[in-house]
């Protein structure tokens, strides 16, 4: 299983407030981003949603972490985000984080390479 940057339920809550400003960020930001914006809209419910799904089944995992700092991101705030995901190897015997700097939230558009490289290293087990 391979997660990409993955939202995660215990990184922060959400309000409305919080969401609404996501939203509008990411309009001012790029309006070309239709995707991401109904994403940031349902954010409240989905870490509602991912809260309530029972533990992963014990498969390798590999987990792709963005922990690049820029205008927007905070080194505090990249720490917070990687310890939220390392989450996702609880009870995992085969678990494997990857923190890249090289790119954003979107790995595998600016790092293609480093998913493929991956989903190979998976595909061995």
């Known amino acids: 299983l391979l997660f990409i940057d993955a939202t995660v339920e215990n990184f922060q809550r959400i309000t409305d407030q919080d969401e609404n400003a996501l ?3 990411i309009n001012n930001k790029d309006k070309t981003r239709l995707v991401t914006v109904q994403e940031a809209k349902q954010l409240k419910e989905i870490i509602q949603q991912l809260s ?3 533990p ?3 498969i390798p995992v590999i987990v792709l972490t963005s922990v690049k700092i820029d205008e927007n991101t ?3 705030l990249v720490n ?3 310890q939220a995901q390392q989450v996702l190897g609880n009870g995992i015997s085969d678990f494997t984080q990857i923190e890249t700097d090289k790119s954003g939230h979107f790995i595998h558009l600016e790092e293609p390479d480093l998913v493929i490289e991956s ?3 998976l595909m061995e087990k």
Do not use: A, F, M, Q
């Open 56 to 58: 992963l089944p014990d």
């Open 119 to 121: 989903i190979l290293n």
């Open 80 to 82: 917070k985000w990687s």
């Open 52 to 54: 309530e799904l029972p």
């Open 74 to 76: 905070t080194e505090y």
């Open 23 to 25: 939203v509008g960020e």
